[in-house]
């Protein structure tokens, strides 16, 4: 159940999309007795006040005695911003239903329990699916200690990424590759291969109509190919440039790459070789880097899906056929079998000039969205 009030919570807070990493999203409203929003704020940026603090100024003293719908547990930890309970308290509001609680586990909880010893009342899971799912980037951080994974595809109606004689660069067309800036513009980090440095000697940086930061730039390269005057070097960009290397990466190269601005970081390998993706993915968790849009080849988009570790297939479809037994396709590796084919729901099919883009989820067990209490004391305020 969502109530009414919990509904626009949720709206306000994906006005922050894009914009409040590494912090998730967050919408509150302040509702009277009557039944009325009296006032209604959300989180616009990283070290901006929180929801709940810019609702509860604009409200100022009518809040005292009314309730509080917020989409997650407010923070009970000071950083660049004020305890959220602090501020509820002092404004004298009475009730407060939330969403979600907070699964962040490098902060200290218990917002919700402070709020309580307070002697205010609060009220858990209105609204706390779609509250998960606004938020499922940040719980999947918090939660399993990796960042949200987004693979990109560029391909013709067939399947093919390139051409059987290696033809790839702008396969689709300007407003399609627009569409893929944005998509830049909306994730902490954007990561390729070597073989793409190699291949298209690509900037990596974000070059959309919005206002936005270029992504941190990663690079996974097991046998130390990257050149160190390549162009992600020559960017003049403030947005670190990490390789992801073997162990025994050679030490001139590593010095080279590090002279050139980059930061070479040795992992452990696979049996095949590879740089292990599941320990990539805890560094970049613990640099709270959230989300991740892989740009790879058909190799790279394999090893994620094959690990269970993409979350979401951004898949951009030129209207034409390359054909050729030769030509790559978007996905390599070894392939399943019917039964235990790679599960997607498409939630947003798009058109962007002759190009058509397909957004979809992958089906597994979704991030835990923190268990509501056993009888969450739910209802619209009279």
Same mark, same amino acid.
């Given at each position: 159940?969502?109530?009414?009030?919990?509904?626009?919570?949720?709206? @306000?807070?994906?006005? +922050?999309?894009? *914009?409040? &990493?590494?912090?998730?999203?967050?919408? %509150?409203?302040?509702? !009277?007795?009557?039944?009325?929003?009296?006032?209604?704020?959300?989180?616009?940026?990283?070290?901006?006040?929180?929801?709940?603090?810019?609702?509860?100024?604009?409200?100022?003293?009518?809040?005292?005695?009314?309730?509080?719908?917020?989409?997650?547990?407010?923070?009970?930890?000071?950083?660049?911003?004020?305890?959220?309970?602090?501020?509820?308290?002092?404004?004298?509001?009475?009730?407060?239903?939330?969403?979600?609680?907070?699964?962040?586990?490098?902060?200290?909880?218990?917002?919700?329990?402070? @709020?309580?010893?307070? +002697?205010?009342? *609060?009220? &858990?899971?209105?609204?706390?699916?779609? %509250?998960?799912?606004? !938020?499922?980037?940040?719980?999947?951080?918090?939660?399993?200690?990796?960042?949200?994974?987004?693979?990109?595809?560029?391909?013709?109606?067939?399947?093919?990424?390139?051409?059987?004689?290696?033809?790839?660069?702008?396969?689709?067309?300007?407003?399609?590759?627009?569409?893929?800036?944005?998509?830049?513009?909306?994730?902490?980090?954007?990561?390729?291969?070597?073989?793409?440095?190699?291949?298209?000697?690509?900037?990596?940086?974000?070059?959309?109509?919005?206002?936005?930061?270029?992504?941190?730039?990663?690079?996974?390269?097991?046998?130390?190919?990257?050149?160190?005057?390549?162009?992600?070097?020559?960017?003049?960009?403030?947005?670190?440039?990490?390789?992801?290397?073997?162990?025994?990466?050679?030490?001139?190269?590593?010095?080279?790459?590090?002279?050139?601005?980059?930061?070479?970081?040795?992992?452990?390998?696979?049996?095949?070789?590879?740089?292990?993706?599941?320990?990539?993915?805890?560094?970049?968790?613990?640099?709270?880097?959230?989300?991740?849009?892989?740009?790879?080849?058909?190799?790279?988009?394999?090893?994620?899906?094959?690990?269970?570790?993409?979350?979401?297939?951004?898949?951009?479809?030129?209207?034409?056929?390359?054909?050729?037994?030769?030509?790559?396709?978007?996905?390599?590796?070894?392939?399943?079998?019917?039964?235990?084919?790679?599960?997607?729901?498409?939630?947003?099919?798009?058109?962007?000039?002759?190009?058509?883009?397909?957004?979809?989820?992958?089906?597994?067990?979704?991030?835990?969205?923190?268990?509501?209490?056993?009888?969450?004391?739910?209802?619209?305020?009279?």
């Amino acid at each position: 159940m969502t109530s009414q009030y919990m509904t626009r919570a949720l709206a @306000l807070a994906r006005r +922050g999309e894009g *914009v409040t &990493l590494p912090n998730p999203m967050v919408g %509150a409203v302040v509702v !009277n007795t009557n039944g009325t929003i009296i006032a209604e704020g959300y989180h616009k940026r990283a070290g901006t006040p929180h929801a709940e603090t810019a609702a509860l100024r604009k409200a100022g003293n009518l809040a005292r005695g009314q309730t509080l719908y917020v989409t997650l547990e407010p923070c009970n930890h000071s950083g660049r911003t004020p305890r959220c309970t602090d501020a509820i308290i002092a404004s004298g509001i009475k009730h407060v239903v939330v969403a979600v609680r907070d699964p962040n586990p490098y902060v200290t909880g218990g917002g919700i329990e402070h @709020l309580r010893d307070a +002697g205010i009342t *609060v009220s &858990l899971g209105d609204g706390a699916s779609e %509250a998960g799912r606004l !938020n499922r980037v940040f719980f999947t951080w918090a939660q399993h200690r990796r960042p949200w994974i987004t693979l990109k595809a560029a391909m013709s109606l067939d399947g093919k990424v390139a051409s059987a004689t290696g033809e790839s660069k702008y396969l689709t067309s300007p407003a399609a590759l627009a569409h893929g800036h944005e998509l830049r513009r909306q994730h902490d980090a954007i990561l390729v291969g070597s073989g793409t440095i190699l291949a298209d000697n690509p900037r990596l940086t974000y070059r959309g109509a919005h206002r936005g930061s270029d992504p941190v730039r990663i690079i996974l390269d097991s046998r130390g190919r990257v050149p160190f005057d390549a162009e992600v070097f020559q960017t003049g960009s403030d947005a670190p440039t990490l390789i992801f290397t073997r162990a025994d990466a050679p030490v001139d190269w590593e010095r080279q790459i590090w002279g050139a601005g980059g930061e070479v970081i040795r992992v452990e390998t696979t049996h095949e070789g590879r740089v292990d993706l599941s320990e990539v993915m805890r560094h970049l968790a613990d640099r709270r880097i959230l989300s991740v849009l892989v740009e790879g080849g058909p190799t790279i988009h394999s090893a994620f899906i094959e690990s269970q570790m993409a979350d979401r297939w951004v898949g951009y479809l030129a209207p034409l056929i390359l054909a050729g037994a030769e030509a790559p396709s978007a996905v390599g590796g070894q392939g399943f079998s019917l039964l235990n084919a790679a599960r997607l729901e498409i939630e947003h099919v798009l058109r962007r000039g002759p190009d058509v883009i397909i957004d979809a989820a992958f089906v597994r067990p979704t991030p835990n969205i923190p268990e509501f209490d056993a009888a969450p004391v739910i209802k619209e305020v009279n």
